[in-house]
């Protein structure tokens, strides 16, 4: 029901709760850049901080504030990167 994750040597980390109902993680991004790869499509809601995100596509870096979100669709790589710790909530779809 509940699992920790961590990667990056623990500089991003987070808590995963996944049900019948659907699943979503919480989690916290020390500063630096760092790269991941999107299995379902997944939704991120900036929490405390700013994340800057990088989709394979994409030819920038978006900066996302508190509040604000960013999406990256199923099977894609994409990058975060955070001057200062950061927070969010991941729903997967």
């Known amino acids: 029901m509940y699992k920790i994750r961590e990667y990056h040597g623990s500089k991003v980390m987070s808590l995963t709760h996944d049900d019948d109902k659907?699943?979503?993680?919480?989690?916290?991004?020390?500063?630096?850049?760092?790269?991941?790869?999107?299995?379902?499509?997944?939704?991120?809601?900036?929490?405390?901080?700013?994340?800057?995100f990088w989709e394979e596509d994409e030819h920038h870096w978006r900066l996302i504030r508190v509040g604000k979100e960013f999406s990256v669709v199923d099977h894609k790589n994409f990058k975060m990167k955070a001057n200062t710790v950061s927070s969010y909530i991941c729903f997967y779809d």
């Open 22 to 52: 659907g699943a979503f993680s919480v989690g916290i991004v020390s500063p630096g850049e760092f790269e991941f790869g999107a299995i379902p499509k997944e939704r991120y809601v900036v929490t405390s901080g700013e994340i800057e």
